[in-house]
Structures are given as structure tokens and as C-alpha cells.
């Protein structure tokens, strides 16, 4: 499910319709610092809906809920679908290439016709057995979007 990209009072469901070249160049040059959106529950009520026509089984898996609304969007979205089959919820507890990964290898799982079941299975172990760690060229943006303090932002740039 993509989130929704706003610069300004224009917004862009990301990776639809702004790719990250448009993104980044928009982030550098524009007047006006984005902000971002979870996908609704209605985006994922929709999505639940047409794959419970392919399916009684959905595997959804999410970023952690300590980094965005998502998760819980998609569990009122589950609600909203009110559809017959099963809808397995999952928190990875991550975000980016590590949540890509493990959405990846589930993915494949799936191709291979495994159960449910074994594939919720074995996107549990790989949660348990992911870490991520990230640097950062500076840490304005994460300031400018409230994810971490301005005080923090100064003291990291002032010890470089």
C-alpha cells in the first residue's frame, strides 16, 4: 500500500505517482517540506476486498507501528473489508529493506504453495532475527519531520 507523499495542498501516493527522483528533487529545491500519510483504512478495506476474490487467505505485513499509523489503519481497513477469508495481521517491527526482505521471502513462500501457516510462521523468525541499523549524511530532515528533536539534530551535527 503506497503513502501518500503531501507538498503543500498536493498529494502523491509514492511510488504511484511521484518516484523518488521527483520526491528528492522536490525535498532539495521546493519551498515546502513534505509530510506523509498512512494509507487509510479505507485503501486497505479496498485492497482486502479484491484479493478475497482470489483468496481466503491474506498475509499482511506491515512496517512497525512505532515508526507510523499503518498498522492500525490497516486493522480498522481488516474491519471494514468485512470479508469471509482470513486476514493474518502482521507488525514486522521494522521498516525498509528489512520489512522488503521479509515481505520478499514470504512472497516466495507463497509461490512454492506453502501453507498459511508456514509462511506466518516463518515471517515470525525472521522478525526475531532482523536488525537494522542506518546512517544518516545529516539529520535535518529527520528534525524538520519531528522524528527526532531539533536538540538532538544540533548536538549530532555539532560533534562531527
Known amino acids: 500500500m503506497p503513502a501518500y507523499v503531501n507538498f503543500g495542498t498536493k498529494t502523491y501516493r509514492d511510488g504511484v505517482d511521484i518516484n523518488c527522483d521527483e520526491f528528492y528533487h522536490k525535498l532539495s529545491s521546493g519551498p515546502v517540506y513534505p509530510s506523509t500519510s498512512q494509507a487509510t483504512p479505507s485503501d486497505f478495506a479496498a485492497v482486502y476486498r479484491k484479493l478475497a476474490n482470489e483468496t481466503d ?33 502482521i507488525d514486522s517491527g521494522t521498516i525498509t529493506m528489512a520489512l522488503g526482505i521479509i515481505v520478499m521471502s514470504a512472497a516466495r513462500l507463497a509461490l512454492l504453495n506453502r501453507s498459511p501457516a508456514e509462511i506466518v510462521d516463518n515471517i515470525q523468525q525472521e522478525i526475531k532475527n532482523t536488525r537494522l541499523l542506518g546512517t544518516f549524511d545529516t539529520l535535518k530532515y529527520l528534525a524538520r519531520g519531528g522524528r527526532i528533536g531539533k536538540g538532538k539534530a544540533c548536538s549530532a551535527a555539532s560533534s562531527t
Open 57 to 89: 487467505e491474506i498475509i499482511s505485513i506491515h512496517m512497525s507501528d512505532k515508526f507510523s499509523g499503518t498498522f492500525s489503519s490497516a486493522q480498522r481497513g481488516k474491519a471494514q473489508a468485512a470479508i469471509k477469508g482470513n486476514i493474518t495481521m
